[in-house]
């Protein structure tokens, strides 16, 4: 079975082998050397020298950590969203009492930075923006650098979802100034689900002691705290954290520049490939992720029985549209551990799978 959705995603046999090991005191010496070698790696991929920590959690609870480290109940936030999940962002600073002003666009197009800059100046009150740089849902990757230059002229802090990038984009957190960056092991990372990273800012940290939403579990200064001991304040997903290491070792003797390389070639394959087929890619083209390619439903197909027969009868499982994009697009995970035969072998599937639901490539004309 092909597993081609964003997350979770296949896990190398290193990495499965690393994931069986017997349990360690999370307490203890190995596990505090085994979490320096994490962090330092992840500072790596997140070209930052910030804090990165580690949290229990899928990458919402990284996004809540963000929202409720930094801000206060009433404090105005932008949330700037083209997406489910730059929703999903405005959704956890709601439920913890952020005043929320939405800036919304349009799914499939990327976020409009003259827009983002007139929220601002609009909004002098503004604490703070939230953005998903690779808006999964859609398969759309933003432009962080302009929209972190707008949110520097105004002296917002920045938080990122960059939950489905990190680890196969080039995100220099620093160069940028973003103040706290979020992503999850189970996206481009090669690993199994469990682990959050955040990193965080000095910036960040002194909004974070001023700022007074309830928070617990996901403290950051707590984990900080731990993090000096080489430990996190509760007990980790000790399992998932050996096969973080272990995926983390492979992307070390790869390399972040070839691994963002192999990225952007294998979104081309699966965008070109898509197009030769009669299909049409479903994010603006300028803005197209490189690891998760969405495609329009042609007209008169079932996106439930494209995907079935894919699964069925070539063992692929891609991934439909979220919410209002349900039956309208399907997606093509393409993250981590994935090398072009595998977009090709999709690719040679779709092309059998889609005249078995109904689709006819070009109206012939005589
Ligand atoms: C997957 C994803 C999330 C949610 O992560 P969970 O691990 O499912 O909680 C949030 N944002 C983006 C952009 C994602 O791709």
């Given at each position: 079975m092909q597993l081609r959705i964003p997350g979770p995603t296949p896990l190398p046999p290193q990495v499965l082998a690393a994931m069986g090991r017997q349990m360690i005191n999370h307490r203890g010496k190995e596990f505090s050397g085994l979490i320096q070698q994490v962090i330092g790696r992840l500072q790596t991929f997140f070209q930052t020298r910030n804090d990165v920590l580690l949290l229990t959690a899928s990458g919402t609870g990284g996004m809540e950590a963000a929202v409720v480290n930094m801000l206060s109940p009433g404090d105005p936030v932008l949330c700037i969203s083209n997406g489910f999940f730059g929703d999903r962002f405005s959704d956890i600073s709601r439920a913890f009492g952020a005043e929320v002003t939405m800036l919304t666009f349009e799914w499939g197009k990327p976020i409009d930075v003259d827009a983002v800059r007139r929220a601002l100046a609009q909004g002098p009150r503004l604490k703070a923006i939230q953005v998903v740089q690779n808006e999964t849902s859609t398969g759309v990757a933003n432009d962080i650098t302009a929209i972190s230059a707008v949110a520097h002229e105004f002296d917002k802090l920045i938080l990122v979802d960059s939950i489905s990038g990190l680890g196969a984009v080039d995100l220099p957190v620093d160069r940028l100034g973003l103040d706290v960056v979020v992503s999850a092991?189970?996206?481009?990372?090669m690993s199994p689900p469990g682990l959050a990273m955040i990193s965080v800012s000095q910036r960040a940290w002194e909004a974070q002691a001023k700022a007074r939403m309830p928070r617990c579990y996901f403290d950051l200064a707590e984990a900080k705290k731990f993090y000096a001991r080489g430990q996190t304040p509760w007990t980790p997903a000790v399992g998932a954290a050996y096969g973080l290491a272990a995926a983390l070792e492979l992307m070390a003797a790869e390399g972040l520049s070839p691994i963002v390389a192999r990225h952007e070639r294998i979104a081309r394959k699966a965008r070109e490939g898509v197009k030769a087929l009669g299909l049409s890619p479903f994010a603006d083209e300028r803005y197209a992720s490189t690891t998760v390619t969405s495609v329009r439903v042609p007209e008169g197909v079932d996106a439930k029985k494209l995907l079935q027969v894919m699964y069925t009868d070539h063992n692929i499982e891609l991934a439909g549209g979220q919410q209002k994009l349900e039956g309208k697009i399907f997606r093509i995970g393409h993250l981590g551990w994935v090398n072009e035969t595998e977009i090709d072998g999709v690719l040679k599937a779709l092309a059998q799978a889609l005249p078995r639901v109904g689709y006819v490539k070009t109206p012939v004309s005589r």
């Open positions: 092991s189970q996206k481009a990372w």
